[in-house]
C-alpha cells in the first residue's frame, strides 16, 4: 500500500511522461529542469525543501510554544495545494506522481523508526508504577468519548437531516478520534519537557495501553475482513499478534541484552550493532506487514523493551534521531500537505465534522479529569491530563491515511479535516499545557520546611543531592556531623542526578525496594552501595531512601522538588558546581543549584568541601574536636545556619563558635528582623551557660572593611564555616562589600570564602531559609 493514493493526485501535481528512475546523468548543473527528469535529483529537492521550511516554521512557532510536530505540520500543508500549489511555475515539477513511488518509501522509513525511536526512549514500566490507575482512565477516556462523539453524531443523523453517507462518517470520525495514541502523548510531553509527573505518568500509562489495545483490535479487525468471520478473524489476529511477539521476546531480547554485556563500560556501541538493530526494525515491520498487523506494532514495542540510556539505547537515538526528525519526517508530513487544500472545505460539512470532533475532545477530556479527580490529584493537573490527552500527531495522521486509503471509511474532504483539526487541536493545548504545568510548580505548602521550625526532637528529613562520586563521602561527612540520634533520627533521601544522554524521556527511579536495583547503573550502584552501608552502620538512627534521576539539568530541580514535598523534607543538600583543586566549572550543576534557590519548597544548603571534611571521622571518632564556625550578619538564611549549627552541637565532639557582626552606631532601629535575631542569639547564648562547647564572639565593625578584617583573622582555626546566602541588601556593611559578589548563589559573604583563601581549607556551608510570603510567619 502507497502511503498517498496514485489515482487521485491534485491537478497541481503534473506527470511526466519521460520521468526517469535514478540519477541524472552529468552536465550543465545550472538546467534545473532537466534533472529534475530524474527520480534522485527530484528526492534530493523534495528532502531540502521539507526539511528547511519545517525547520523554518519551527523556528517562527517554537516562541509562541507550539510543539515540533505542530509546525512540521504546518510546513507540510504550506508546501501542499494551500501555498506552494498556488504558485505556478517550476515548483509544480517537485512533485511528479511518479517520483511519489521513491518518497513513498522514505516516508514508510520515517514513520517506522519514529515509532521505534518513540518506544526507545519511555520506560515501560511506568504502567506497574501507575498500577490500575492507568487502566482505569484508558477505558474511561476511550468509553466517554466514543458516547458523546457517537451520541453527537445521531442527533445531527436526526435533527440535522444529515445524508446516510455522512452520518457513516460521523460515526467513523467519533470512533477514531477517541482513541488516544501513546507516541503522539510521547512526543506531546518531551517537546514540553514535562515528564515524573503523577499527571504525565498516567497519561504516558494510559496512552500505551490504549495504543496497544488499538493496534490489537485493528489487526483482527484486518484479519476479520480477510477471513470473512469474526471468531477466525480474531483467532487469526491474535496468532499474528503473538507470532510479532514472540519474535521480539524470544529471539530480539536476548540478542540485545547479549550486545549490551559485551559493550565495555564506558565504550560506545559497535557500528556492526547498530546496524543489525536498525536492520531488526525493518525486518519487524516487514513481518507485520505480512501479518496484516500494522506494520509500527513491531518497531514499537521491540523499542519498548531496549532499555533507554546508555550504551545501547542513547547511542541508537543519537545515531539516527536526528536524521529521522528533521530530515525524513517532514517529508512524511509533506506527503499529508500534499492533500490538504484549505480552500476546498464545504462548509456545512466542516462545520459538522469540526462539532464531532470537538465533542470528542471533551469526552477525552472528561474521561481523564474526573477519575484523576478521584484519585486525589488536583484540579490543575486533572485538567493536564486532560489536556494531554488530546494530543495528535503523525501516529493519528497515518492513521487517518489508512482509513482514507486502504479502508475507504470515509472521503478525501473528512481526511483533509482531520488533519486540520490535528494541527488546531494539539497547537492550541501545547502553550496551555505549558502555562499550566509552570504554574503548578509554584509549590505551596500549609507548613514551613525549614530547620528552624524544626522540632528537635523529632526526624529530620534531609534530601543530598548527588551529581558524581566525588560528592558522597562530603555528604556522609556532612550527615555524621548532623548528629543524627535515636532520638532524632536523619531520614536521608538521596537523589544521584545523571544527564539525560540521547533519550528525550527522564526517569526518576526508587531503589529503595531493591537490594541491588536491575535499573541502577554501575556508577548509581557503587552510590547506593557508601549510603546503604551508611545506614547499616547507624542502625536506627539513619534511614537511606536512594532515587536515579536521568534528566536534563534544566529540570533535576523538578524531581527534587517533588521529593521534597511527597518525603515532607526539610532542606535540600547541593554541591558547589565548582571543583576547587581543578578550577573546573561545571555550568550544569550551577544551573541545577540556581533553580533549587528559587524554586525548593524548603531551605537549601550549598555544601563547598575544601578537604577537610573528608576527616572528620577522626575527630568524631577520637577525643579531639571539630570546630564549627557561624557567621551571623542577621538575617533568616543566618538564623537557619545557627539553628543548623545547634543541632550539630549536640555531639560531644563538635564545637561551635557563632561570630556576630554588628555595626558600631549610637541610633539603633530596632526592628522585626532584629528582634529575631536577637531572639535566636539569646536563646544560643543561655544555652552556652551550661555547654562549654558553645562560644558568642560579639565584633563591632565600622565598615565593610573591619568585616573582611574579622574574617581574615579566622586563619584556620575552623574545620567547618557555616553562614546564611542572604543578608539585607540596604544594610551599609552589605553595600560596601558588593565587589565580591561574583557568583550570585553563594551570596555577598559566601562568595569572599570561595574567592580567598579566609578559612584556611574549611568546608563551607551556605544556608538559604525557605523564603515566605511574609516575614512575621519567621
Same mark, same amino acid.
Given at each position: 500500500?502507497s502511503?498517498i493514493?496514485k489515482e487521485?493526485?491534485q491537478?497541481y501535481i503534473?506527470?511526466?511522461?519521460?520521468?526517469?528512475?535514478?540519477s541524472?546523468?552529468?552536465?550543465?548543473i545550472?538546467?534545473?529542469?532537466?534533472h529534475?527528469?530524474y527520480s534522485?535529483?527530484?528526492?534530493?529537492?523534495?528532502l531540502?525543501?521539507?526539511?528547511?521550511?519545517?525547520?523554518?516554521?519551527w523556528?517562527?512557532?517554537?516562541?509562541?510554544?507550539i510543539?515540533?510536530?505542530?509546525?512540521?505540520?504546518?510546513?507540510?500543508?504550506?508546501?501542499?495545494?494551500?501555498?506552494?500549489?498556488r504558485i505556478?511555475g517550476?515548483?509544480?515539477?517537485?512533485?511528479?506522481?511518479?517520483?511519489?513511488?521513491?518518497?513513498?518509501i522514505?516516508?514508510?522509513?520515517?514513520?517506522?523508526?519514529?515509532i521505534?525511536l518513540?518506544?526507545?526512549?519511555?520506560?515501560?514500566?511506568m504502567?506497574?508504577?501507575?498500577?490500575?490507575?492507568?487502566?482505569?482512565?484508558?477505558?474511561?477516556?476511550?468509553v466517554?468519548s466514543?458516547a458523546l462523539?457517537t451520541?453527537?453524531a445521531?442527533?445531527?443523523?436526526?435533527? /440535522?437531516?444529515?445524508?446516510?453517507k455522512?452520518y457513516?462518517?460521523l460515526l467513523?470520525?467519533?470512533?477514531?478520534?477517541s482513541?488516544?495514541?501513546?507516541?503522539?502523548v510521547?512526543c506531546?510531553?518531551a517537546e514540553?519537557?514535562i515528564?515524573?509527573?503523577e499527571?504525565?505518568? *498516567?497519561a504516558?500509562?494510559?496512552?500505551?495501553?490504549?495504543?496497544?489495545?488499538? *493496534?490489537?483490535?485493528?489487526?483482527?479487525?484486518?484479519?476479520f475482513?480477510?477471513?470473512?468471520?469474526?471468531?477466525?478473524?480474531?483467532?487469526y489476529?491474535?496468532?499474528?499478534?503473538?507470532?510479532?511477539v /514472540?519474535v521480539?521476546?524470544?529471539?530480539?531480547?536476548p540478542?540485545?541484552?547479549?550486545m549490551?554485556?559485551?559493550?565495555p563500560e564506558?565504550?560506545?556501541?559497535?557500528?556492526?550493532?547498530l546496524?543489525i538493530?536498525?536492520?531488526a526494525?525493518?525486518?519487524?515491520?516487514? *513481518?507485520?506487514?505480512?501479518?496484516?498487523?500494522?506494520?509500527?506494532?513491531?518497531?514499537?514495542?521491540?523499542?519498548?523493551i531496549?532499555?533507554?540510556?546508555?550504551?545501547?539505547g542513547s547511542?541508537?537515538?543519537?545515531?539516527?534521531?536526528f536524521f529521522?526528525?528533521? /530530515?525524513?519526517?517532514?517529508?512524511?508530513?509533506t506527503?499529508?500537505?500534499?492533500w490538504v487544500?484549505?480552500?476546498?472545505?464545504?462548509?456545512?460539512t466542516?462545520?459538522?465534522?469540526?462539532l464531532?470532533?470537538?465533542?470528542?475532545?471533551?469526552?477525552?477530556?472528561?474521561?481523564?479529569f474526573?477519575p484523576? *479527580?478521584?484519585?486525589?490529584?488536583?484540579?490543575r493537573?486533572?485538567?493536564?491530563?486532560?489536556l494531554?490527552?488530546?494530543?495528535?500527531g503523525f501516529m493519528?495522521l %497515518?492513521?487517518y491515511?489508512?482509513?482514507?486509503?486502504?479502508?475507504e471509511?470515509?472521503?478525501?474532504?473528512i481526511f483533509r479535516?482531520?488533519?486540520?483539526?490535528a494541527l488546531?487541536?494539539t497547537?492550541?493545548?501545547?502553550?496551555?499545557?505549558?502555562?499550566?504545568?509552570?504554574? %503548578?510548580?509554584?509549590y505551596?505548602?500549609?507548613?514551613?520546611?525549614?530547620?528552624?521550625?524544626?522540632?528537635?526532637?523529632?526526624e529530620?528529613?534531609?534530601l543530598?543531592?548527588?551529581?558524581? #562520586?566525588?560528592?558522597?563521602?562530603?555528604?556522609?561527612?556532612? /550527615?555524621?556531623?548532623?548528629n543524627p540520634?535515636?532520638?532524632?533520627?536523619?531520614n536521608?533521601?538521596?537523589?544521584?542526578?545523571? #544527564?539525560?544522554?540521547g533519550?528525550e524521556?527522564?526517569?526518576l527511579?526508587?531503589?529503595?525496594s531493591h537490594?541491588?536495583s536491575?535499573?541502577?547503573?554501575?556508577v548509581?550502584?557503587?552510590?547506593?552501595?557508601v549510603?546503604?552501608?551508611?545506614e547499616?552502620?547507624n542502625?536506627?538512627?539513619v534511614?537511606?531512601?536512594p532515587?536515579?534521576?536521568?534528566t536534563a539539568?534544566?529540570?533535576?530541580?523538578?524531581?527534587a522538588?517533588r521529593l521534597?514535598i511527597?518525603?515532607?523534607?526539610?532542606?535540600?543538600?547541593?554541591?558547589?558546581?565548582?571543583?576547587?583543586?581543578?578550577?573546573?566549572?561545571?555550568?550544569?550543576?550551577?544551573?541545577v543549584?540556581?533553580?533549587?534557590?528559587?524554586?525548593?519548597?524548603?531551605?537549601?544548603?550549598?555544601?563547598?568541601?575544601?578537604?577537610?571534611?573528608?576527616?572528620?571521622?577522626?575527630?568524631?571518632?577520637n577525643?579531639?574536636?571539630f570546630?564549627?564556625?557561624?557567621v551571623?550578619?542577621?538575617?533568616?538564611?543566618?538564623?537557619e545556619?545557627?539553628?543548623?549549627?545547634?543541632r550539630?552541637?549536640?555531639?560531644?565532639?563538635i564545637k561551635?563558635?557563632?561570630?556576630r557582626?554588628l555595626?558600631?552606631?549610637?541610633?539603633?532601629?530596632?526592628?522585626? #528582623?532584629?528582634s529575631l535575631?536577637?531572639?535566636?542569639l539569646?536563646?544560643?547564648?543561655?544555652?552556652g551557660?551550661?555547654?562549654?562547647?558553645l562560644t558568642?564572639?560579639?565584633?563591632?565593625?565600622?565598615n565593610?572593611l573591619?568585616v573582611i578584617?574579622?574574617?581574615?583573622?579566622?586563619?584556620?582555626?575552623?574545620?567547618?564555616?557555616?553562614?546564611?546566602r542572604?543578608?539585607?541588601?540596604?544594610?551599609?556593611?552589605?553595600?560596601?562589600l558588593?565587589?565580591w559578589?561574583?557568583?550570585? #548563589?553563594?551570596?555577598t559573604?559566601?562568595?569572599?570564602?570561595?574567592?580567598s583563601?579566609?578559612?584556611?581549607?574549611?568546608t563551607i556551608?551556605?544556608m538559604q531559609q525557605h523564603p515566605?510570603?511574609?516575614?512575621?510567619?519567621?
Amino acid at each position: 500500500m502507497s502511503i498517498i493514493p496514485k489515482e487521485t493526485y491534485q491537478p497541481y501535481i503534473t506527470d511526466e511522461c519521460d520521468f526517469v528512475f535514478g540519477s541524472s546523468p552529468y552536465g550543465n548543473i545550472f538546467n534545473i529542469m532537466h534533472h529534475l527528469k530524474y527520480s534522485f535529483p527530484v528526492l534530493e529537492f523534495q528532502l531540502l525543501l521539507s526539511s528547511v521550511t519545517s525547520i523554518m516554521a519551527w523556528v517562527l512557532l517554537k516562541p509562541l510554544g507550539i510543539p515540533t510536530t505542530v509546525a512540521q505540520i504546518a510546513a507540510g500543508i504550506a508546501l501542499g495545494p494551500s501555498i506552494l500549489g498556488r504558485i505556478l511555475g517550476t515548483l509544480r515539477k517537485l512533485f511528479p506522481i511518479p517520483s511519489l513511488y521513491v518518497t513513498d518509501i522514505f516516508a514508510y522509513y520515517a514513520l517506522i523508526f519514529q515509532i521505534f525511536l518513540v518506544g526507545l526512549k519511555v520506560d515501560p514500566m511506568m504502567i506497574r508504577r501507575t498500577g490500575i490507575k492507568g487502566i482505569i482512565i484508558c477505558i474511561l477516556v476511550i468509553v466517554v468519548s466514543t458516547a458523546l462523539s457517537t451520541s453527537c453524531a445521531i442527533i445531527l443523523y436526526n435533527c /440535522m437531516h444529515v445524508d446516510d453517507k455522512l452520518y457513516r462518517y460521523l460515526l467513523v470520525v467519533g470512533v477514531v478520534e477517541s482513541i488516544p495514541t501513546f507516541p503522539s502523548v510521547a512526543c506531546f510531553l518531551a517537546e514540553l519537557n514535562i515528564f515524573n509527573t503523577e499527571f504525565s505518568d *498516567l497519561a504516558l500509562s494510559s496512552s500505551l495501553i490504549s495504543s496497544i489495545i488499538h *493496534l490489537s483490535v485493528l489487526a483482527c479487525l484486518t484479519a476479520f475482513q480477510r477471513e470473512g468471520s469474526y471468531v477466525n478473524g480474531t483467532l487469526y489476529g491474535c496468532l499474528c499478534l503473538a507470532i510479532v511477539v /514472540m519474535v521480539i521476546m524470544f529471539i530480539l531480547r536476548p540478542a540485545v541484552n547479549w550486545m549490551i554485556k559485551r559493550i565495555p563500560e564506558g565504550k560506545t556501541i559497535k557500528e556492526g550493532y547498530l546496524c543489525i538493530l536498525c536492520t531488526a526494525v525493518l525486518m519487524l515491520a516487514f *513481518l507485520c506487514r505480512k501479518l496484516d498487523v500494522d506494520i509500527v506494532f513491531g518497531p514499537l514495542i521491540f523499542g519498548l523493551i531496549i532499555p533507554p540510556g546508555p550504551p545501547l539505547g542513547s547511542a541508537l537515538v543519537e545515531r539516527i534521531e536526528f536524521f529521522i526528525k528533521w /530530515m525524513i519526517i517532514p517529508l512524511f508530513y509533506t506527503e499529508i500537505g500534499l492533500w490538504v487544500n484549505v480552500f476546498r472545505f464545504k462548509l456545512r460539512t466542516t462545520l459538522l465534522v469540526a462539532l464531532v470532533v470537538l465533542v470528542c475532545c471533551t469526552g477525552k477530556f472528561l474521561g481523564a479529569f474526573v477519575p484523576a *479527580l478521584y484519585y486525589k490529584l488536583s484540579y490543575r493537573d486533572a485538567t493536564l491530563l486532560g489536556l494531554t490527552m488530546n494530543a495528535q500527531g503523525f501516529m493519528e495522521l %497515518s492513521f487517518y491515511l489508512m482509513l482514507w486509503d486502504r479502508a475507504e471509511l470515509f472521503n478525501i474532504e473528512i481526511f483533509r479535516i482531520l488533519v486540520l483539526s490535528a494541527l488546531v487541536i494539539t497547537g492550541a493545548s501545547a502553550p496551555l499545557v505549558r502555562y499550566l504545568s509552570k504554574l %503548578s510548580m509554584k509549590y505551596k505548602l500549609h507548613s514551613r520546611r525549614t530547620i528552624r521550625h524544626f522540632d528537635p526532637d523529632a526526624e529530620l528529613r534531609v534530601l543530598a543531592c548527588i551529581h558524581d #562520586e566525588q560528592n558522597v563521602l562530603s555528604t556522609v561527612h556532612l /550527615m555524621k556531623a548532623t548528629n543524627p540520634t535515636k532520638i532524632s533520627p536523619i531520614n536521608l533521601s538521596i537523589i544521584h542526578f545523571e #544527564e539525560i544522554v540521547g533519550h528525550e524521556t527522564p526517569q526518576l527511579v526508587s531503589h529503595k525496594s531493591h537490594r541491588r536495583s536491575s535499573s541502577a547503573t554501575t556508577v548509581s550502584q557503587r552510590i547506593i552501595n557508601v549510603f546503604k552501608s551508611y545506614e547499616e552502620n547507624n542502625e536506627g538512627r539513619v534511614s537511606v531512601h536512594p532515587y536515579t534521576v536521568v534528566t536534563a539539568y534544566t529540570s533535576m530541580h523538578t524531581d527534587a522538588c517533588r521529593l521534597v514535598i511527597d518525603n515532607m523534607v526539610s532542606i535540600i543538600i547541593v554541591p558547589f558546581h565548582k571543583q576547587l583543586d581543578t578550577g573546573f566549572v561545571n555550568n550544569g550543576i550551577r544551573t541545577v543549584n540556581k533553580n533549587l534557590l528559587e524554586h525548593a519548597p524548603c531551605s537549601v544548603g550549598i555544601l563547598i568541601d575544601r578537604g577537610l571534611l573528608g576527616g572528620i571521622n577522626n575527630f568524631l571518632e577520637n577525643q579531639s574536636f571539630f570546630d564549627v564556625a557561624v557567621v551571623f550578619l542577621g538575617g533568616p538564611d543566618d538564623r537557619e545556619a545557627l539553628v543548623y549549627a545547634e543541632r550539630m552541637s549536640e555531639h560531644p565532639n563538635i564545637k561551635v563558635t557563632v561570630i556576630r557582626f554588628l555595626k558600631r552606631s549610637k541610633l539603633w532601629n530596632k526592628t522585626y #528582623e532584629s528582634s529575631l535575631d536577637e531572639d535566636t542569639l539569646s536563646y544560643f547564648k543561655l544555652r552556652g551557660t551550661y555547654n562549654n562547647r558553645l562560644t558568642y564572639i560579639h565584633e563591632d565593625v565600622n565598615n565593610g572593611l573591619d568585616v573582611i578584617s574579622v574574617i581574615g583573622a579566622m586563619g584556620d582555626k575552623y574545620q567547618m564555616i557555616i553562614l546564611g546566602r542572604r543578608h539585607d541588601e540596604n544594610s551599609a556593611l552589605i553595600l560596601e562589600l558588593t565587589d565580591w559578589d561574583k557568583c550570585s #548563589e553563594l551570596g555577598t559573604i559566601g562568595d569572599i570564602f570561595e574567592t580567598s583563601n579566609y578559612g584556611g581549607k574549611a568546608t563551607i556551608l551556605l544556608m538559604q531559609q525557605h523564603p515566605t510570603q511574609t516575614a512575621s510567619s519567621d
